[in-house]
Each structure stands twice: as C-alpha cells, then as structure tokens.
C-alpha cells in the first residue's frame, strides 16, 4: 500500500496548528478581558471598548464582556447604547446579577423609571445585604418626588451601614420635603452624634428650620454654623435673611455688613441691606445702599427703582420718587404702576 507521508505531515501540522490557534485564542480572551478591565479601573472606557470589542470576536456570547461593555457606554453617558448590551448580557447570562443594577443606571438617566425601579428590586432580591441598590432606589424615589418611598429606602440602607453621615443628610432632606420637621432635625442630631466638627449639619438643621418659618431656631443653628466655620459665607447668608424675615432688621444689617467687608461689589447685599433700612424707616441709609446695588448691576433693576421710590417718597421727594416709579414701570416692573397712580398725579 502506499502512503503519501507528504499529505499525510500536512494534515498532521493543519491539526497542531488549529489546537495552537485553539489554545492561544482562549488565553487571548481571558487577557483581553482582564485587558479591559484594567482599562476601566483606570477610566480610560474608550480604550476598554475597544479591548472588549476585540474580545467579543473570539467568542461573541460571552456575557461577561457585554456587560463591561455596557458599563463603560453608561460612564461616558450613553445609556441607549449601554441598555442594549446589559440586555445581552442579561439574555446570555440571567444570573449575572450586576447586570440588573447597572440597566436600572440607564433606564434611571433615560427617565424610565418604572423599569429602572424594576431592575433594582431584582438586584435587591438577590442581594439584600448590598446597600447600592438601596440609595439607588430612593435617589430614584426622590426623582419623581415619592418622598415617602425615599425615605424608606434610605432607612434600608441605614440598617446596614448606621452611621453613614451622607445618607442621613439625604434622608433628613427627604423628611423635610413631607414636613416632617422633628424627624429631619433628628437625622441631622444623628449626624453630629458621629461627626461633632461637621458645621454644614447645623447649616442644614438651620435650612429646615427656616423653611418650617421657625426662625428663632434657625438663627441659633445658623450662629452654631459660624461659630464652628466663620469663613463659610453660607450660614451668614442665611441667618441674614431670618432675621429679615422675622423683622430683626437691625440685626440683618450687622450680617448683610458682615457679608460686605467679604464681598463688596455684591449687589444682592446692598439690596438687602437698603430694604432693611427702609422697614426701620431710615430712608437716607436706604437710598444709599439701593444706588450701591445699581452701580453693582442688581438684576431687578425695576424692583429696586419701585422701592427706592418709596424711600424717596419718604423724604418727601416727590419728584425723585415718581421718576424712579416711572422707569421702573417703562422697563416692565407693573407693581410702579400703582405707586405712579397714588403720587405722581
């Protein structure tokens, strides 16, 4: 019999070559992804991109690389694109849990919020004891102003990591949205009980407070806020305006002259402190500082034109008053209409 060795070697180096090729393309997947996943770690996802889809054409059912892929689509916010590979990932894979949570992230940026809810809630299911998915689902709660829901949530997150001093500002926030003042204001004493040198938390309880129009106390927080951070204009800011608005005028233009030796090019200060001087009935001081907001561009120039007539009116200005009035009204601020109607006959 005879036997051709030529085609015989041939075939024999075309099997050892394709188990070579066999063996180098499952080695190269595996580095591929740990390729990409080095890349993601370092946040360069177009490089990663790239990496995967070079793995995904050795083996284009792998689940794993679809979700990576989706990942990196979702980190440089393109949540469509992202959608469409943790759907593969997840029809591939249906166990792979991270899948779920990370379509909820697109579905959340595309505003679909019902599936987004959904993808969460499996995620949850499988991992209770995982807290993100928690403060996903209430952040998403509080998207579309289901406080109630968002609380809950965050009270979910809360059992499993008590002392998370960010979750309870959220959580306090959340509470303050549905009135609940006193459940707010004890988030925020939870707060300091774990963090005692954190001055926004009575910046914060002093901002609730404030909107619950319980202004004595809200200065007492404001003035802790200070106290503990005079360089923080914010808690001056806002104790300003609730002495204002509890008409402790006097004390409002100690903060408002406060606020100036920081910033004093600031109109809205200047605003502030002139309507001050005006509810004490001391329109010389208030003239003055209305024309420092001018020179300073105040944005409401009609407002402040109507109301620095009034100072003049004071004065018995009549001529003054009415010419402010009357620009004020010819740049579209109505309510000079009345005070035109009233003196300037």
């Known amino acids: 019999m005879y036997i051709n060795f030529k085609m015989c070697n041939k075939a024999l180096l075309t099997i050892l070559f394709l188990f070579i090729h066999l063996c180098l393309f499952?080695?190269?997947?595996?580095?591929?992804?740990?390729?990409?996943?080095?890349?993601?770690?370092?946040?360069?996802?177009?490089?990663?991109?790239?990496?995967?889809?070079?793995?995904?054409?050795?083996?284009g059912q792998l689940a794993v690389a679809y979700f990576h892929r989706g990942y990196c689509y979702l980190m440089l916010n393109k949540p469509n694109i992202a959608m469409v590979d943790f759907?593969?990932?997840?029809?591939?894979?249906?166990?792979?849990?991270?899948?779920?949570?990370?379509?909820?992230?697109?579905?959340?940026?595309?505003?679909?919020?019902?599936?987004?809810?959904?993808?969460?809630?499996?995620?949850?299911?499988?991992?209770?004891?995982?807290?993100?998915?928690?403060i996903n689902l209430a952040f998403l709660y509080e998207e579309i102003a289901d406080y109630a829901s968002a609380i809950e949530d965050y009270s979910k997150y809360l059992k499993i990591n008590p002392k998370s001093i960010e979750v309870l500002k959220y959580r306090a926030i959340a509470y303050a949205q549905i009135d609940s003042v006193n459940l707010a204001i004890n988030d925020y004493s939870q707060c300091y009980a774990i963090n005692s040198?954190?001055?926004?938390?009575?910046?914060?309880?002093?901002?609730?407070?404030?909107?619950?129009?319980?202004?004595?106390?809200?200065?007492?927080?404001?003035?802790?806020?200070?106290?503990?951070?005079?360089?923080?204009?914010?808690?001056?800011?806002?104790?300003?305006?609730?002495?204002?608005?509890?008409?402790?005028?006097?004390?409002?233009?100690?903060?408002?002259?406060?606020?100036?030796?920081?910033?004093?090019?600031?109109?809205?200060?200047?605003?502030?402190?002139?309507?001050?001087?005006?509810?004490?009935?001391?329109?010389?001081?208030?003239?003055?500082n209305f024309g420092k907001a001018i020179d300073s561009d105040y944005e409401n120039l009609g407002q402040l034109l109507t109301l620095r007539g009034v100072a003049y009116n004071n004065l018995q200005m009549k001529t003054e008053?009415?010419?402010?009035?009357?620009?004020?009204?010819?740049?579209?601020?109505?309510?000079?209409?009345?005070?035109?109607?009233?003196?300037?006959?």
């Open 26 to 59: 499952s080695q190269s997947k595996e580095q591929l992804l740990s390729k990409a996943q080095v890349q993601i770690e370092e946040k360069d996802f177009s490089s990663a991109i790239a990496t995967i889809n070079q793995c995904l054409d050795f083996d």
């Open 197 to 288: 040198n954190d001055s926004t938390i009575w910046l914060l309880k002093g901002n609730v407070f404030y909107d619950a129009l319980r202004y004595k106390e809200a200065i007492e927080a404001y003035s802790l806020a200070i106290l503990m951070n005079p360089l923080n204009r914010e808690p001056l800011i806002n104790r300003a305006d609730a002495y204002t608005a509890s008409s402790q005028f006097e004390n409002a233009i100690n903060d408002y002259k406060a606020l100036l030796r920081l910033d004093q090019y600031n109109p809205d200060y200047y605003f502030n402190t002139a309507f001050c001087y005006l509810q004490l009935n001391q329109p010389n001081e208030a003239i003055v």
């Open 321 to 345: 008053a009415c010419n402010d009035w009357q620009k004020a009204y010819a740049i579209g601020y109505k309510d000079a209409a009345t005070y035109q109607n009233n003196y300037c006959k």
């Open 87 to 134: 759907n593969q990932a997840i029809l591939l894979d249906a166990n792979l849990i991270e899948a779920y949570f990370n379509r909820g992230l697109a579905h959340q940026a595309l505003k679909n919020y019902t599936f987004a809810e959904g993808d969460f809630t499996t995620y949850v299911k499988a991992k209770p004891n995982d807290p993100k998915a928690y």
